[in-house]
């Protein structure tokens, strides 16, 4: 059986400064910050950043290649103030993929992608 004690993504990043400061800017927890990795805690689920060019492992460099990064995937994040954190975004250099708008569950959405391309949808109750 799986461990739920233990679980985290592995995303890869072209600037690990840049997206340290990103993170922290937007007001997240860094866990753990070196020349090739940053951890950004979102509570009880970690995001690994890793300096693309130092995989080590033969096996997973077709996932560092950066024109292949956030493909497919959407990290939803639930925030306290959805306005906010929309200007927040931009100001940080966050690129905008869909202005805040009601979803037929009830929340309000933003979507938007990281300085690397990584996709996140924060949402809020109304």
């Known amino acids: 059986m799986f461990k ?3 679980s985290f993504n592995v995303l890869y990043t072209t600037d690990v400064i840049k997206t340290h400061d990103f993170y922290q800017k937007l007001g997240l927890e860094i866990k753990q910050f070196e020349t090739d990795k940053v951890v ?6 970690d995001l690994h950043f890793i300096l693309n060019t130092t995989e080590a492992f033969e096996t997973y460099k077709y ?3 950066p024109s292949k990064y956030g493909q497919g995937v959407i990290f939803y994040i639930e925030t306290d ?3 906010q954190d929309q200007k927040l975004v931009v100001s940080l250099g966050g690129t905008i993929k869909a202005e805040v708008f009601k979803n037929h569950w009830g929340y309000e959405e933003l979507l938007f992608e990281d300085p690397n391309g990584y996709k996140f949808a924060l949402y809020q109750e109304i």
């Open 81 to 83: 103030s959805i306005q």
């Open 63 to 65: 996932i560092a290649d």
């Open 40 to 45: 950004v805690s979102f509570g009880s689920f």
């Open 4 to 6: 739920q004690t233990s």
